[in-house]
């Protein structure tokens, strides 16, 4: 984990400082650019382990950046976190419909950036079980990381498939947002963060598997349940 290249596309100067240092602080080798077309670029050009990309940019916005890096052949498999304003629900939406892998509203703490990095090499570096997940029209096939509904491919983010993946593992039970941010984002002390990224992903994920969306329940004061066969 330590040592993976990491690409800030941020304009602000103080929180690409700010970033970066501590960043560093835990062995991680940092890029910049504070500008879009540049930060595209490089992240093509140097393809690194993780992008963290804000939304506003000069000359070439993040959710364009992030559309062009997931369609291209070698960067759609590196994560990103988008970076946003406070009150861009809809641009978050966006992101996560493009692939971005979290989002982080401004102002945030390093440390729960970190936080959430960490979280991602760690799921990106675990070993994919061998297992064929079903339910209905639903087919999750993890050796693949492909989801198919009536025997046709559906197109997931990687936190999409996750999250889906863990919902019909534990088929019948249901699982609060604090386990589900733990097992899917890694994060620690989940009860501490504020975050409504569970909620969002689950709100895209029902969008995509259709007539299938209503095995997905939502457990009042509790979380979410999938319902198998």
């Known amino acids: ?41 490089m992240a093509l050009k140097e393809k690194p382990a993780l992008v963290v990309l804000d939304l506003m940019l000069p000359e070439l916005g993040g959710l364009e950046i992030c559309k062009t890096l997931k ?26 419909e493009l692939g971005a892998d979290d989002y982080m509203t401004k102002p945030f703490s390093p440390r729960e950036l970190i936080a959430r990095i960490k979280a991602i090499f760690r799921r990106v ?10 339910a209905g029209a639903l087919e999750l096939d993890i050796t693949k990381h492909e989801l198919r509904l009536k025997g046709n491919s559906a197109e997931l983010t990687a936190k999409e ?25 890694g994060y620690e002390n989940s009860m501490n963060i504020e975050t409504r990224t569970v909620d969002m992903h689950i ?20 979380g979410y349940r999938f319902d198998g066969d």
């Not at 929180?15 to 670029?41: C, S």
């Not at 052949?73 to 590196?78: A, G, L, P, Q, S």
């Open 1 to 41: 984990m330590a040592g993976e290249t990491i690409l800030l596309i941020e304009d602000e100067k103080n929180i690409v400082e700010l970033i970066k240092y501590n960043l560093e602080k835990e062995g991680f080798r940092v890029l910049t650019a504070m500008k879009g077309n540049a930060g595209l670029d």
């Open 71 to 96: 369609h291209n052949d070698k960067t759609r498999n590196v994560p990103v976190i988008m970076l946003t304003a406070k009150g861009t629900e809809t641009d978050k939406i966006v992101g996560l």
């Open 125 to 134: 570096h675990e070993k994919p079980k061998l297992e064929l997940l079903k």
């Open 161 to 185: 498939f996750e999250l889906l993946k863990t919902l019909m593992e534990a088929s019948g039970r249901a699982l609060s947002r604090e386990f589900l941010l733990e097992r899917v984002w």
């Open 203 to 222: 709100g895209q994920l029902r969008k995509k598997i259709g007539k299938e969306a209503d095995r997905i329940v939502t457990v009042k004061s509790v």
